[in-house]
Nanobody, 122 residues
Framework: VQLQASGGGLVQAGGSLNLSCIAS????????MGWFRQAPGKEREFVSA??????YYADSVKGRFTISRDNAGNTQYLQMNSLKVEDTAVYYC??????????????????WGRGTLVTVSS
């Protein structure tokens, strides 16, 4: 499945952004989706995932970020509220087949979008 993330930008600390990830090429409903991020000089890290009816979040974003999906629109969203300077990173959406039972590592996902840059200023 091909993925295209968008919605990043420059926002002040405390602000909000809503990232979108549009999937194409295969049946979106057959995939679980996740979001990862990579800050400069750091490794890519797990942010959130949505599997069946359950959402998972990294501790660093829990209570501030919300993941959702629209199967009819082939789109995954990440609503980010109360943004902090440390949320600055390139955000990537990723897709995995439904047979796996792990969701929080880079290796769990076969397909990746190009990423969208989120910059949070103080």
């Amino acid at each position: 499945v091909q993925l295209q993330a968008s919605g990043g930008g420059l926002v002040q600390a405390g602000g909000s952004l809503n990232l979108s990830c549009i999937a194409s090429g295969r049946t979106f409903a057959n995939y679980f989706m996740g979001w990862f991020r990579q800050a400069p000089g750091k490794e890519r890290e797990f942010v959130s995932a949505h599997r069946w009816v359950t959402a998972y979040y990294a501790d660093s974003v829990k209570g501030r970020f919300t993941i959702s999906r629209d199967n009819a629109g082939n789109t995954q969203y990440l609503q980010m509220n109360s943004l902090k300077v440390e949320d600055t990173a390139v955000y990537y959406c990723a897709a995995q087949g439904k047979l796996g039972n792990s969701w929080s590592t880079v290796g769990d996902y076969a397909d990746w979008g190009r990423g969208t840059l989120v910059t949070v200023s103080s």
